[in-house]
């Protein structure tokens, strides 16, 4: 009796596991969609974003236009459906998704870790991160090249923590704190600092004034931006991502939008 106890016991664990581990299972090898399908039954994709931050998106003759807008509309051709822009405070971007008000959210969106179990990032399609500038023909060409020279940043940003970083690593290296980050690179083009402390997006704005040195001080890829619930779709971005990057098409949207913006 007491083997047969034994027995159910470990029938009822057993049984207990398997229902706990078949949502990952049931993911991974039956991935149901419903967005997804719903995408390709209707063959509209309604994406939010929020249209105040140039030049990735914003707000021309009353039509949201952009790298973004351009990208969303890209990734929808290669589906073969029509992309719904919808207009989402950024706050509200992730509960837009989450709570289905739209299918997925593109507005300059970075990588959030703490956010995966709430909804699903696409792979980078931009990477903002932080990176030193100098004037195209400064004898600077290295990080290490800093030393004794003077570097300016916006006070407070997080560029301003990277730079400090430096200021520990590199003797004699000065910082000379901006109010604003036009005001760093300001600094830079008049000669008043050897190099500056600039985010992705200013760097290439400003490509055919300064170079960047290399490597980047971080990396903050722009994401897109699923529901959790929705592998397929997920996977669908990520796909469609990866043949306009091979294809050339988003080296084409950010000539157009960002090293364009400058000029």
Not at 74 to 80: H, K, P, V
Not at 192 to 203: I, K, P
Request: charge should be negative; aromatic fraction near 8%; glycine fraction near 10%.
């Amino acid at each position: 009796m007491r083997r047969w106890g034994v027995v159910g016991l470990l029938g009822v664990f057993l049984l207990m596991v398997g229902l706990w581990m078949w949502p990952q299972v049931r993911d991974r090898f039956f991935p149901q969609d419903k967005v997804w399908e719903h995408i390709q039954r209707t063959g509209r994709w309604r994406v939010g974003m929020d249209p105040s931050f140039p030049p990735f998106e914003m707000v021309e003759g009353g039509q949201i236009v952009g790298l973004d807008a351009d990208l969303a509309r890209a990734i929808a051709d290669q589906w073969g459906v029509q992309v719904d822009l919808v207009g989402v405070g950024f706050d509200g971007l992730i509960d837009a998704v989450r709570t289905g008000r739209v299918d997925a959210a593109i507005s300059a969106i970075p990588y959030d870790p703490l956010l995966t179990r709430d909804v699903r990032f696409s792979r980078p399609y931009f990477d903002a991160g932080w990176r030193v500038v100098v004037l195209p023909d400064s004898a600077i060409h290295t990080l290490a090249d800093l030393a004794g020279k003077k570097v300016a940043v916006e006070w407070g940003s997080e560029g301003d923590m990277w730079a400090r970083r430096l200021r520990r690593k590199y003797p004699g290296l000065t910082l000379v704190l901006k109010p604003s980050l036009d005001e760093a690179l300001r600094a830079l083009l008049d000669g008043e600092v050897d190099a500056a402390v600039v985010d992705g997006v200013t760097a290439l704005q400003h490509a055919h004034r300064v170079r960047e040195i290399l490597p980047p001080l971080s990396h903050e890829g722009y994401v897109v931006v699923v529901p959790y619930r929705a592998p397929l779709l997920h996977r669908a971005v990520d796909e469609a991502l990866l043949r306009l990057e091979q294809e050339g098409v988003l080296k084409a949207l950010v000539e157009r939008w960002i090293k364009g913006e400058d000029r």
